[in-house]
């Protein structure tokens, strides 16, 4: 990769908000004002968005459907020393929405390629949730059948980490449905809905209780959720004599890390107690 000549432009990534216009930050309003051409995910949309700031910039559209075709035009604008900014219907660009080939191209291009931070709706639900955040998986949004939702929960029933989706309310009720058919009724779940805006609501309780409280309110269908599943509980099944004999022999041949990895994954047993117990072997 080549990096960019000084004088050719940048495409800034432009965090819009996710629901109250007073979270858009300074840096954003101004940088839509001040770049060349501001590709839009709809141009309608981040219009009125615009229009509420005074911004008039010109406007392209770059959507799922032609951000392909459209990546080498901005990326010779880009070359020829123009700015673009890039915004989505709400919150940071390319989080579950469009930008990922654009911002792939460009960087392959050697062209300058900045951020302008600001609203995510997975990041402000995790904020607010009080499920750990240490380490989180986002699963992006989840299928619409319960088939293939059943079985992407299915795959992910072991994952310990705390875990983000993004869903529609109205189909919230069967989402935690298949939650409790496939992670039991006792897990943990937080529903983050219309954030930032007039009537949100953050919830959370064991999926079963969920359940209730979703068929007892017709208005938690309404609006933007993000649901958040806690982490399964980490494995710590006992180390027999047994899996102490295979960490023992495996030490001879490999590094200890490398040891306990295949131990654990042998024996479902959990990695850091078995590196633990290596540590008292010293
Ligand atoms: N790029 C956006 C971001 O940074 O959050 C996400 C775009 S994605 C197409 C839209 C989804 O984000 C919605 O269906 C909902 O799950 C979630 N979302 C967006 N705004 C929200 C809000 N104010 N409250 C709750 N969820 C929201």
């Known amino acids: 990769m080549t990096l960019a000549e000084d004088n050719s432009g940048t495409?800034?990534?432009?965090?819009?908000?996710?629901?109250?216009?007073?979270?858009?930050?300074?840096r954003a309003i101004d940088t839509?004002?001040?770049?060349?051409?501001?590709?839009?995910?709809?141009?309608?949309?981040?219009?009125?968005?615009?229009?509420?700031?005074?911004?008039?910039?010109?406007?392209?559209?770059?959507?799922?459907?032609n951000e392909r075709q459209k990546q080498e035009y901005i990326?010779?604008?880009?070359?020829?020393?123009?700015?673009?900014?890039?915004?989505?219907?709400?919150?940071?660009?390319?989080?579950?929405?469009?930008?990922?080939?654009?911002?792939?191209?460009?960087r392959q291009q050697g062209l300058n390629v900045s951020p302008v931070p600001g609203a995510c709706a997975a990041i402000s639900a995790l904020s607010v949730a009080g499920l750990p955040t240490d380490r989180f998986a986002f699963e992006g949004f989840l299928p619409a059948?319960?088939?293939?939702?059943?079985?992407?929960?299915?795959?992910?029933?072991?994952e310990t980490r705390t875990m983000v989706?993004?869903?529609?309310?109205?189909?919230?009720?069967?989402?935690?449905?298949?939650?409790?058919?496939?992670?039991?009724?006792?897990?943990?779940?937080?529903?983050?809905?219309e954030l930032t805006k007039t009537f949100e609501t953050i919830y959370s309780n064991t999926a079963g209780e969920m359940l209730n409280w979703l068929s007892q309110d017709a208005n938690q269908l309404k609006?933007?959720?993000?649901?958040?599943?806690?982490?399964?509980?980490?494995?710590?099944?006992?180390?027999?004599?047994?899996?102490?004999?295979?960490?023992?022999?495996?030490l001879k041949e490999l590094p200890p890390k490398k040891a306990c990895a295949v131990t654990a994954d042998l024996y479902e047993v959990n990695k850091k107690a078995l590196y633990d117990l290596t540590l008292s072997y010293k």
């Open 145 to 158: 059948k319960t088939g293939a939702r059943q079985a992407i929960l299915q795959g992910l029933a072991n």
């Open 75 to 106: 990326g010779s604008l880009l070359a020829s020393g123009s700015d673009v900014a890039l915004v989505s219907d709400a919150g940071t660009p390319l989080i579950s929405d469009p930008g990922f080939h654009l911002v792939r191209y460009c």
């Open 11 to 26: 495409l800034y990534i432009v965090a819009t908000p996710i629901g109250n216009l007073g979270d858009i930050s300074q």
């Open 165 to 193: 989706f993004y869903d529609a309310p109205r189909r919230a009720i069967d989402t935690v449905q298949d939650i409790v058919t496939v992670l039991g009724e006792s897990r943990y779940l937080v529903i983050a809905r």
């Open 32 to 65: 839509l004002r001040a770049v060349d051409v501001i590709a839009c995910e709809d141009t309608r949309h981040s219009k009125k968005l615009l229009s509420a700031f005074s911004i008039s910039g010109k406007t392209i559209s770059l959507h799922d459907h």
């Open 223 to 250: 609006g933007e959720m993000v649901l958040i599943i806690e982490g399964a509980p980490e494995k710590i099944s006992e180390i027999t004599p047994e899996v102490e004999r295979a960490l023992k022999r495996l």
